[in-house]
C-alpha cells in the first residue's frame, strides 16, 4: 500500500502528468484523472485508522505528520466518493466543454492532492497548508465557468482567505502560547487553560475557517456566485466536497477541542459558544432558504440550499450530544451526495440546453428522463424525505434539539426544512415539468458516460436512506474517538432517548403502498395518452406553447413578502468599495500629488517626528 | 399480524375516510341551507371516476399519482388508531410528518407534470402553504415531545394519563387545531385548489381513473392529519372511542371551513406566522418554564 | 580588491559611453566579471582607500552581510542583462553606471562616500526612470530624490558633527547621546524616499509606470535590495535599532494603505508598483520588529519579494494583455504571483510564515494582523488580473511576443520560487548571513577600526 505522503505527491505530480495527457488528448487526461482518484478512494478506503506519517518540518519543534482519524478518514471517503464519480462524469463532459481542458485536469488533481491533506492532517499548520492548496485548485478551476465566473473566482478566494487567515492567526497565538500544534496536544492544552478568552479567542478563530468554506453566514456571499458560474461539472465538486472542507474543520473546532467540556454549559448542556455557532447555522439556514426561493438561476439556487444546508450541519455539530453530532456528520454525507447528483443533473442539462435559467427552459422530461430522476431522487434527499438517506440526519438533528428544547432553532430547521421542498421544486417544475419548449424538440439525453455516475448517486441514496449501517458505524467510531457518547443503532434501526425507527420498515412499508397503487392503477381502464398541448386553457386557442408554461416568478407571492431584504452581498460590496475609496484617497493624496506635495508630506513626517521624539 | 394491523388501518382510512367526507358535505350543505347529497355519495364519485376512461399526460404524470397514492398509504400504515398500532415503536411523528411529503411530492410532481399552468400555480401555492402550517404546527408538536420526552406518536397518546394533552397544552392545542385546517386544505386555507381563480389549481388536467385515485389519496392524507391531532391531544382512546373523537374534530373542522372565505395566499403565510407561530413559542415557553396543567 | 567591483564597472561605462550601441554586448560581460570577482573574494575584509586608514579615509567593507547583498545585487544585474531586449537602446551605459554605484553603495563604510553612491544611483535612476512618455513622473523622482538627498546629507553632516568622523564603525561607536535621534530623522527621511515608506514615496507607481520595462524591474529589484541593505546598515549596525519603533509604524502604515491604493488601479504595472511599496513596508516592519531573527526573515522575504517582482514586472511590461499566446511567460507569472500572496508550494509562503511566527514570539499581535489583512486585499488585486490575463479575450491588439531568452530566464526565476518554496535554505542562508553581518556591530566595529 502507498503511503500516504507518495499519495499526495503523486497527485502534485500527477496534475502536470494530467496536463501533458489531456493536451495529447482530452479524453484519455480525464480517464486518468478518474483512475488516480479512484485509486486515491482506494488506498484511503483501506488505510488503518491511528496510521501516522511524518511529513516534512517548516517550524521548529514541531512534527509534521499526516495521522488518520476516522474522522478524517469519514471526510476523506465521502469527498472522494465525490469527486471520483464527477471525474468520470467529466470524461465524456469535458469534450464539449469550452474551457482549457488541460488546466482543468492539472488543477483538479492539485485541488485533490490539497484535500487529501487537508483530512489527514495531525496538526493545525500541516492542515492550513494543504486547505491553501486545495484553495488554489479550486480557485483557478473557478474562472473557466459563466462570464461572471471571473469575479467568482475572486470573492471565493478573498473570502476564503478570511477564514484561512484568521485560522492561521489562531494557529500562531495556540503556538505561541502552547509552543504544540498537534490536535490532541493542543486540545489538552485548552482543557487545562485558565483563560476563557482565550479558548473563546481560538475556537472562534479557528471555526471562522470553516465558516468562509461551508457558506455559514457572515461568510455566506461567495456560493450564490461562485456555486452559480463555476464550470457545471465543478460545482458538483464545490458543493458536493470543497463545502464540506468547511465542516471538517468546524467538526475539528467543536469537538476534537472538546468544547463541552472547555466551557460551562448554557443552555441544557449546550455551551455559550457552541450555542452562537448555532445561531449561525441558524442565520444561514434562512438565508439560505428564502434567497434560493427567489432564484431562477437553478445554479444558484442551489448554490443558496448549500448555505442552508451548511447551517443545518452547524447546528447539528454545535449541539455536540451524541445524536445531534451524529446528524451533522450524517448530514455531511447527506448533502455532499445530493448536491453532486444535483449539480451533476444541471451540468448534464446545460450541457444539452446552454442555459441555467429556469424560465427558459421547461418539458424536458420528455428528452432527458434520466437526468430528470438523478434530480429527482436529488432533490428528495436534499429535502430530507424518506427513503432517501437525507431524513436520517434531518431526523437526527430535529430529535437532538428537541430533546435539548431548543424550540427557536428548531423552529428555523423546520423552515429550512419545509422550504426546501419549495425550492427545490422550483426547478423541477421549471426546468423538467410542464411545456417542452419548442427550440429544445430535439434534445436528447446525455451521453451514457455521463448518465453512469449521476445513477450511481442515485443508488447510492437509496441505498444508504434503506441500509444507513456502513455510515453509522463510521460516525460511531468518530464519535467514540472524540469522547461523545456514541449514538445506538443496529443496522436499519436507530435509536434515540426519544424514540426510534426503522429505515427497512419505512421504505418496504413505501413499496407496499407504491404496489397497493400500481394495483388499483392497473385493474381500473387504462387512460388514453394525449399529447402535452392536449391542455385544458379555459376555452382559449393557444398558438405558442412555449407561453404556456409556469415558470417566471414561481413563488412571486411570497417574495413579494420580502422583497426589500437587506442584502449582505450588497453591504460587503459597500465595505470594498469603502476599501477601494480609502486606497483612491491615499493614491490621490500621496501618490499623484505634484512634487509641492511631496515636500509637503515629507514636512510633515518631520513634523510628525519631532512631535513624537521631543 | 402486522399485515393484518396494516390491512385494518388502510380499510378504516378508507370507510371512515369517505364516509366522513360525504357527511361533510351533508353538513356543509346545511350550513348553507342546501339539502345536499347522501352520506355515501364519495363511494360512488370515487368508483364512478374509477371505472372512466380518461386521459393521460406521460409517464410522469401517472408515475406521480401512484408516487402519491403509495406515499399516503405507507404514512397511514405508520399512524396509531387509539390502540390499533401497526409497527408500535416505530409510529415516529417526524416519520410520519416526512413521509407525508413524499406523497405531497408525488402529487405535485405528477400534476406538474401534466403541463398545464393552472396545476404549477396550484402546487405553487400549496407549497407556500405548507411553509406557513407546517412551522407553527411542528413548533406545537416539538413542545409535547420535550414534554414526555419521547416522539412516538402512541407513546404521546398513552403519556396522557392524568388528563389530554389539549388541557395540559390548550394554547399548543389549538395552534395544532389551526395547522390542521390548513392542512386539510379547507376553507379558509384552501388557495391552492380555489376552483375560480385557477380552475381547481393542482387537479385541473385529472380525468377518470386519475382522479378516482387521487380522491382516494386525498381521503387518506385527510384521515393520517386529523389521526395525529387525536392521538397527540385527545387522550388516551381505543379503536372505538379514537374514531369517536375522530368524527367530533372533523366535524368541528368542517363547520369551521363552512363559514369562512378563502384567504390569499400571503395571508396565509402572514397568518401563520404571526398568530399561531408566536402563539406557539409561548405555548412552548409554558412547557419549558413547567407551567403545564 | 573589492574596489574592483566598482572600479570596472564604472570604468566600462565612461569608456562605452562613444559606443552606445555596443555597450549592450559589453553589459553581460562586466556583470560576469564583477560576480567572478567577487566569488573570489572571501567576506572579511576591509579595504582602505587610498592607504588612509579608518576612520579617517573611506574604507570599504566586505562582511558576510554586504558579500551576499553584493551577490544578489549583482545576479539581478546578470539576469537583467542577459535580457537586453528590456534594456532600450543607451541604457546599457546607464546599467554599467548604476551597478557600480550600487555596489559602491553596498560596499562603503563611509556615510558620505554612501552619499555620493546613493545620488549616482539616484541619476542613474532619473535617467532609466526618464521616457518620452513619462517626463513627469521622473521630474516627480528628480525633485523627490534631490530633496531626500539633501536630507541624507544633512544627516551625514550631523552625524559628523556629533562624532568627528564621517565612518559609519566610528560613528556607531562615538556618536553623542544627543545626536543620534537627529541624525535618524534625517536619514530616516533620506532612506525613506528610496525605500518607500508610506507618505514619502510618492515617486513610485508614477515612475515605475515609466513605459519601459527596465524601469519598474531594476527599481523594483536591485535597487531596492541595495537600498534596504544600507537601511539595515545604518539603522542596525551604525545606530542598533535605534528609531526602529517609528520605523514600525511607519512600516505598517505603508502595508496597509499601499495594497489599498494597489486595489484601485487601473493598470497593472502600478498596481505591481504599490504592491512593491506594501512589500518593502512589510520588510522594513518586520526588521524593526528587532533581533537576529526579525532581521533574518525580513530579508528573506525581501528575497522572495524581488524574485517575484522580477518576473513580474519584466511580464506586466513586456504583455499586459493576455497570456493566451505567451504561456510560458503567463505561467511564469502565475508562480511569481502565488509566491508574493503566500499560497504554500511558493517561496512567499515560507518568508510570510515565519515573519507570523516570529511578530507572535514577539507578542506582537499587530504586524500579523496587518499583513493578513493586507494579503487578503493583496490576493484580491494581484489574483484578479490573473484571471484577466489568462481569460481576456481581447487578441486583436498588438501581439507581443516575448523572446525564448526572457522566457527561459523568467521560467527559471519561476522555478526557483518554488524551489525555495519547498527547500527555503537556500535564501535562509543568505538571509542569515545578511543578518549575522548587520547585527554583530563588534565584528564590524573591529573589522573596520582594527581593534581600536
Known amino acids: 500500500m502507498i503511503s500516504l505522503t507518495n499519495l499526495i505527491l503523486v497527485f502534485l505530480i500527477g496534475s502536470i502528468v494530467s496536463y501533458l495527457l489531456t493536451k495529447a488528448n482530452k479524453i484519455l487526461g480525464s480517464i486518468f484523472n478518474f483512475l488516480l482518484i479512484s485509486y486515491a478512494l482506494y488506498v484511503v478506503w483501506n488505510i488503518k485508522v491511528g496510521h501516522e506519517e511524518v511529513l516534512f518540518r517548516i517550524l521548529r519543534d514541531v512534527e509534521r505528520t499526516l495521522k488518520v482519524t476516522n474522522l478524517g478518514k469519514y471526510f476523506a471517503i465521502v469527498s472522494l466518493i465525490v469527486i471520483s464519480f464527477v471525474a468520470f462524469f467529466i470524461i465524456e463532459w469535458i469534450r464539449k466543454k469550452d474551457i482549457k481542458p488541460a488546466a482543468f485536469n492539472s488543477f483538479l488533481l492539485l485541488m485533490v492532492s490539497g484535500i487529501l491533506g487537508v483530512f489527514f492532517s495531525n496538526d493545525l499548520l500541516t492542515l492550513y497548508i494543504f486547505w491553501e492548496i486545495a484553495v488554489l485548485g479550486s480557485f483557478l478551476i473557478v474562472p473557466m465557468g459563466k462570464k461572471e465566473s471571473k469575479r467568482a473566482a475572486i470573492i471565493y478566494v478573498v473570502t476564503s482567505a478570511i477564514g484561512s487567515y484568521m485560522y492561521l492567526f489562531a494557529t500562531f497565538s495556540i503556538y505561541q502560547r502552547y509552543g504544540i500544534l498537534s490536535f490532541e496536544q493542543v486540545s489538552q492544552y485548552l482543557a487545562n487553560d485558565s483563560s476563557n478568552l482565550f479558548k473563546w479567542f481560538v475556537i472562534l478563530f479557528i471555526a471562522s475557517a470553516g465558516i468562509a468554506k461551508s457558506g455559514i453566514f457572515p461568510l455566506h456571499t461567495w456560493l450564490r456566485i461562485t456555486h452559480g458560474n463555476a464550470p457545471d461539472a465543478f460545482s458538483a465538486v464545490l458543493s458536493g466536497q470543497l463545502v464540506k472542507m468547511g465542516s471538517y474543520v468546524l467538526a475539528i473546532a467543536l469537538s476534537v477541542f472538546p468544547t463541552t467540556q472547555l466551557f460551562s454549559s448554557f443552555y441544557h448542556g449546550v455551551p455559550l459558544l457552541n450555542y452562537v455557532l448555532i445561531w449561525l447555522g441558524n442565520i444561514s439556514i434562512l438565508i439560505g432558504t428564502f434567497m434560493a426561493i427567489r432564484q431562477n438561476d437553478m445554479k444558484q439556487l442551489i448554490a443558496f440550499s448549500s448555505i442552508a444546508n451548511g447551517g443545518y450541519i452547524l447546528v447539528g455539530l454545535g449541539i455536540m450530544n451524541s445524536i445531534g453530532y451524529a446528524g451533522g456528520l450524517f448530514h455531511v454525507f447527506n448533502h455532499a451526495i445530493a448536491a453532486a447528483m444535483i449539480f451533476l443533473s444541471f451540468a448534464a442539462v446545460v450541457y444539452r440546453t446552454g442555459t441555467t435559467k429556469i424560465d427558459e427552459m421547461g418539458g424536458l422530461i420528455w428528452r432527458m428522463p434520466w437526468t430528470f430522476v438523478t434530480y429527482l431522487v436529488g432533490i428528495i434527499s436534499l429535502a430530507g424525505i424518506p427513503p432517501t438517506s437525507g431524513f436520517i440526519s434531518k431526523w437526527m438533528i430535529f430529535s437532538s434539539l428537541v430533546s435539548k428544547g431548543m424550540f427557536i432553532t428548531l423552529a428555523i430547521t423546520f423552515i429550512g426544512s419545509v422550504g426546501s421542498f419549495l425550492y427545490v421544486f422550483r426547478p423541477l417544475a421549471g426546468v423538467f415539468l410542464g411545456q417542452l419548449k419548442r427550440k429544445h424538440s430535439d434534445v436528447k439525453e446525455v451521453p451514457i458516460i455521463m448518465l453512469v455516475p449521476m445513477l450511481l448517486f442515485v443508488i447510492l441514496t437509496i441505498l444508504i436512506g434503506v441500509y444507513p449501517k456502513p455510515v453509522l458505524d463510521s460516525i460511531v467510531s468518530i464519535e467514540n474517538e472524540v469522547g461523545i457518547k456514541a449514538i445506538e443503532h443496529s443496522g436499519t434501526i436507530i435509536k434515540t432517548p426519544l424514540g426510534q425507527w426503522n429505515t427497512l420498515t419505512v421504505f418496504t412499508m413505501f413499496s407496499v403502498g407504491f404496489i397497493i397503487a400500481a394495483i388499483l392503477y392497473m385493474i381500473f381502464p387504462k387512460g388514453k395518452k394525449v399529447d402535452l398541448t392536449d391542455q385544458y386553457t379555459g376555452g382559449e386557442y393557444l398558438y405558442n406553447y412555449d407561453l404556456y408554461h409556469y415558470a417566471t416568478g414561481f413563488y412571486r407571492f411570497i417574495e413579494r413578502l420580502y422583497d426589500k431584504h437587506p442584502s449582505f452581498e450588497k453591504l460587503y460590496e459597500k465595505l470594498v468599495s469603502f476599501f477601494r475609496y480609502i486606497g483612491y484617497f491615499t493614491y490621490k493624496l500621496v501618490y499623484k500629488t505634484s512634487p509641492s506635495g511631496y515636500v509637503f508630506w515629507i514636512t510633515i513626517v518631520i513634523l510628525i517626528l519631532f512631535w513624537v521624539r521631543w | 399480524m402486522t399485515v393484518l394491523r396494516v390491512i385494518a388501518v388502510l380499510l378504516t382510512g378508507f370507510f371512515v375516510g369517505l364516509t366522513l367526507e360525504g357527511i361533510a358535505r351533508k353538513i356543509m350543505a346545511r350550513v348553507q341551507r342546501r339539502y345536499g347529497p347522501p352520506w355515501y355519495q364519495n363511494f360512488i364519485d370515487v368508483f364512478k371516476a374509477l371505472s372512466k376512461r380518461g386521459i393521460s399526460h406521460g409517464w410522469i404524470f401517472d408515475f406521480g399519482i401512484l408516487m402519491a397514492l403509495g406515499g399516503v398509504i405507507a404514512t397511514l400504515a405508520f399512524v396509531p388508531l387509539g390502540d390499533l398500532v401497526a409497527f408500535p415503536g416505530l409510529d415516529n411523528i417526524f416519520i410520519i410528518v416526512y413521509l407525508f411529503a413524499v406523497g405531497a411530492l408525488g402529487m405535485a410532481m405528477g400534476m406538474v407534470g401534466s403541463g398545464n399552468p393552472n396545476a404549477s400555480i396550484g402546487v405553487a401555492r400549496a407549497l407556500t402553504q405548507m411553509l406557513g402550517y407546517e412551522v407553527p404546527y411542528l413548533v406545537a408538536i416539538a413542545g409535547v415531545l420535550y414534554y414526555y420526552k419521547t416522539s412516538s406518536v402512541s407513546g404521546l397518546m398513552m403519556a396522557q394519563q392524568d388528563t389530554w394533552t389539549l388541557f395540559k397544552m390548550p394554547i399548543g392545542g389549538i395552534v395544532a387545531f389551526i395547522s390542521l385546517l390548513g392542512m386539510l386544505g379547507k376553507k379558509p386555507f384552501d388557495t391552492p385548489i380555489a376552483p375560480a381563480e385557477i380552475a381547481s389549481g393542482p387537479m385541473v388536467e385529472l380525468s377518470a381513473k386519475y382522479m378516482g385515485l387521487l380522491m382516494l389519496m386525498h381521503t387518506f392524507s385527510i384521515f393520517v392529519e386529523i389521526s395525529l391531532f387525536v392521538d397527540i391531544f385527545l387522550g388516551i382512546s381505543n379503536y372505538l372511542t379514537f374514531l369517536l373523537k375522530f368524527t367530533v374534530v372533523w366535524i368541528i373542522a368542517t363547520l369551521i371551513s363552512a363559514v369562512l372565505p378563502r384567504f390569499r395566499i400571503e395571508q396565509v403565510v402572514k397568518f401563520y406566522w404571526k398568530v399561531p407561530l408566536s402563539l406557539a413559542f409561548v405555548q412552548v415557553l409554558f412547557v419549558l418554564l413547567g407551567w403545564v396543567f | ?452
Not at chain 3, 24 to 47: R, W
Open chain 3, 1 to 452: 580588491m573589492s574596489a574592483l567591483l566598482i572600479i570596472i564597472p564604472l570604468l566600462a561605462g565612461f569608456l562605452f559611453i562613444p559606443f552606445k550601441e555596443k555597450a549592450k554586448y559589453i553589459l553581460p560581460l562586466v556583470v560576469i566579471t564583477t560576480l567572478i570577482i567577487l566569488l573570489l573574494l572571501s567576506p572579511d575584509q576591509t579595504n582602505a582607500m587610498g592607504g588612509w586608514k579608518a576612520p579617517f579615509g573611506i574604507v570599504l567593507v566586505l562582511d558576510s552581510a554586504s558579500y551576499y547583498s553584493l551577490l544578489v545585487v549583482n545576479i539581478v544585474f546578470l539576469l537583467i542583462s542577459l535580457m537586453p531586449q528590456i534594456v532600450e537602446k543607451g541604457y546599457s551605459v546607464v546599467l554599467l553606471i548604476l551597478l557600480a554605484s550600487t555596489n559602491g553603495l553596498v560596499l562603503t563604510g563611509d556615510i558620505f562616500n554612501s552619499f555620493v553612491f546613493l545620488e549616482i544611483t539616484a541619476v542613474a535612476a532619473y535617467i532609466i526612470a526618464f521616457s518620452r512618455k513619462n517626463p513627469y513622473g521622473a521630474f516627480k523622482y528628480l525633485i523627490l530624490g534631490g530633496i531626500s538627498g539633501a536630507f541624507y546629507l544633512l544627516g551625514a553632516i550631523y552625524a559628523y558633527i556629533g562624532t568627528g568622523s564621517l565612518n559609519f564603525a566610528d560613528i556607531s561607536v562615538n556618536i553623542k547621546e544627543g545626536f543620534l535621534p537627529i541624525v535618524a530623522l534625517l536619514i530616516f527621511i533620506g532612506i525613506g524616499v528610496e525605500s518607500k515608506i508610506f507618505p514619502l514615496a510618492g515617486w513610485v507607481p508614477d515612475v515605475y509606470d515609466s513605459g519601459s520595462p527596465l524601469t519598474p524591474v531594476i527599481l523594483g529589484t536591485g535597487v531596492t535590495f541595495t537600498i534596504m541593505y544600507l537601511f539595515g546598515r545604518i539603522f542596525i549596525t551604525v545606530f542598533h535599532g535605534y528609531f526602529l519603533d517609528v520605523v514600525f509604524i511607519f512600516g505598517l502604515l505603508t502595508i496597509v494603505l499601499g495594497e489599498l491604493a494597489a486595489l484601485r488601479q487601473n493598470k497593472l504595472i502600478k498596481a505591481l508598483a504599490f504592491s512593491s511599496i506594501a512589500q518593502a513596508g512589510l520588510v522594513l516592519s518586520t526588521i524593526s520588529l528587532g533581533g537576529y531573527e526579525a532581521i533574518k526573515f525580513g530579508y528573506f522575504h525581501l528575497l522572495n519579494d524581488i524574485s517575484a517582482k522580477l518576473v513580474l514586472f519584466i511580464i506586466a511590461a513586456t504583455i499586459a494583455h493576455n497570456f493566451t499566446e505567451n504561456k510560458i511567460a503567463g505561467v511564469s507569472f502565475s508562480i511569481a504571483s502565488f509566491s508574493l500572496i503566500g499560497f504554500p508550494l511558493f517561496a512567499g509562503f515560507r518568508s510570510k510564515l515565519l515573519i507570523l511566527q516570529l511578530a507572535f514570539s514577539k507578542d506582537n499581535y499587530l504586524l500579523p494582523a496587518v499583513v493578513l489583512f493586507a494579503t487578503v486585499i493583496e490576493a484580491a488585486y494581484i489574483l484578479k488580473w490573473n484571471i484577466k490575463l489568462w481569460h481576456s479575450t481581447n487578441t486583436g491588439e498588438e501581439k507581443q511576443k516575448i523572446s525564448w531568452n526572457v522566457n527561459l530566464i523568467l521560467l527559471i526565476v519561476a522555478l526557483l520560487i518554488i524551489f525555495i518554496g519547498i527547500f527555503p535554505d537556500l535564501y535562509l542562508k543568505m538571509a542569515q548571513n545578511i543578518a549575522d553581518g548587520l547585527t554583530n556591530y563588534r565584528a564590524y566595529v573591529t573589522n573596520v577600526l582594527g581593534g581600536m
